[in-house]
């Protein structure tokens, strides 16, 4: 049985680890954008803790019983700070979900699965109507894992983000 996961706001002295800890992720992903391709992504990656200054914005993270990270997400109980392109900042009474990322050592433990029901439950708590999130198709794992959870494709908040298909998902919690 894996040790048990906790699931916490990140600390100001974790940011820089998380920062590494996505671009590990992001940057192994098959079919994903390069830190190459794609600087200013993984920039934002890097100085994640800066996201942690907005209003509405929490950083979240799955830690072990040690303190080790495992993984992490962004959670935006504002759509307005959420900084994606398309129609999804736009979007009102809704809670969003950025930078989903789990430390490869950690993958299959539930990781993924706890930041993601966190993150729901935050929106709940909010009062939010839905939860709006995106991932790509080199995000396989990510993709199940929102289906399974009730996320339904909204191609209405699809985009391109220098040119690679970004697809938009919906969890509805309630009918506005």
């Not at 830690?63 to 993984?71: E, M």
């Not at 129609?87 to 993924?112: D, F, K, Q, W």
């Not at 080199?138 to 983000?161: C, I």
């Amino acid at each position: 049985m894996a040790a048990p996961v906790l699931i916490r706001e990140v600390r100001p002295d974790e940011y820089e680890a998380l920062g590494l800890l996505l671009i590990a992720v992001y940057s192994t992903l098959e079919g994903f954008p390069t830190p190459r391709e794609q600087p200013a992504y993984y920039r934002t990656l890097a100085d994640v803790g800066a996201l942690a200054a907005r209003k509405n914005v929490t950083l979240l993270v799955a830690a072990s019983t040690d303190g080790t990270l495992l993984g992490g997400v962004v959670y935006f109980g504002d759509m307005t700070e959420y900084g994606s392109g398309g129609s999804a900042p736009t979007e009102r009474n809704a809670a969003g979900i950025r930078l989903l990322g789990v430390r490869s050592s950690a993958r299959g433990r539930g990781v993924g699965k706890a930041l993601t029901h966190a993150c729901i439950e935050r929106a709940r708590r909010q009062g939010r109507a839905q939860v709006i999130l995106h991932t790509t198709e080199a995000m396989h794992a990510a993709w199940g894992l929102y289906v399974s959870l009730g996320f339904r494709r909204s191609d209405d908040l699809d985009f391109l983000q220098e040119g690679l298909p970004v697809f938009g998902f919906r969890l509805r919690l309630m009918e506005e």
